[in-house]
């Protein structure tokens, strides 16, 4: 019995995120404006399965396949949409499931920092492989479960407002986003994060 966490189309990658997927990729490298799926199972070892059908049944490419302890995360990618929802299909007619079969994303943490030091500026840039941000910027962290809603979170921030995407992880047992930029274009960023995650229907996340 494969369970279905995170299933989401993202319908068009945006600059930042299609660079920062293959800066820490290990398969092929996805391009902005390419079409993307990001699915994430338990238990994990059954993702190589889920590659398997999807692989077989559309023309697509692997960027990131995940065995995690407990959870698995597979991301397609292509220009043609239609190539990856027809990956995506396989995948659920696979697992005998529909879309509405994935946990509904729970944000579990939202911060917004302004005005950030310099020294706790310096602490972030170490960590992130995406953009730097400055002191006296902006910072938006989320903390989302499942893990994988975290990269729609970040396409669609990008898409609203312009921001830095310092970091994204979108595996394990919660994803993580981080976001610099001024105070005004965070918020709006923010204000399409909830939405966009709110909008996605699925199991009740308890």
């Not at 396949?65 to 959870?71: C, G």
């Not at 479960?145 to 995407?165: Q, R, S």
């Not at 979108?170 to 918020?187: M, N, Q, S, V």
């Amino acid at each position: 019995m494969i369970e279905i966490r995170t299933f989401t189309y993202i319908d068009i990658l945006q600059p930042q995120l299609a660079s920062f997927i293959a800066t820490v990729c290990q398969g092929y490298l996805p391009l902005e404006k390419q079409a993307s799926l990001f699915i994430e199972v338990a238990p994990g070892i059954a993702i190589n399965r889920i590659t398997d059908r999807a692989m077989k049944k559309a023309e697509v490419y692997p960027g990131m396949q995940i065995v995690e302890r407990a959870y698995g995360l597979l991301e397609l990618h292509a220009f043609d949409q239609g190539e990856i929802r027809a990956a995506g299909q396989a995948v659920l007619d696979y697992c005998q499931a529909e879309e509405k079969s994935r946990l509904k994303p729970k944000i579990l943490s939202s911060e917004i920092i302004t005005g950030l030091d310099g020294y706790q500026a310096m602490i972030l840039n170490r960590m992130r492989h995406g953009q730097f941000i400055l002191q006296g910027e902006t910072l938006y962290i989320l903390e989302v479960h499942p893990a994988g809603y975290a990269a729609i979170a970040a396409n669609e921030a990008e898409k609203a407002a312009e921001i830095n995407l310092l970091e994204m992880r979108a595996f394990g047992a919660f994803g993580r986003l981080y976001l610099g930029g001024k105070e005004t274009e965070i918020a709006e960023a923010a204000k399409a994060i909830n939405a966009v995650l709110s909008s996605i229907d699925g199991r009740e996340n308890k």
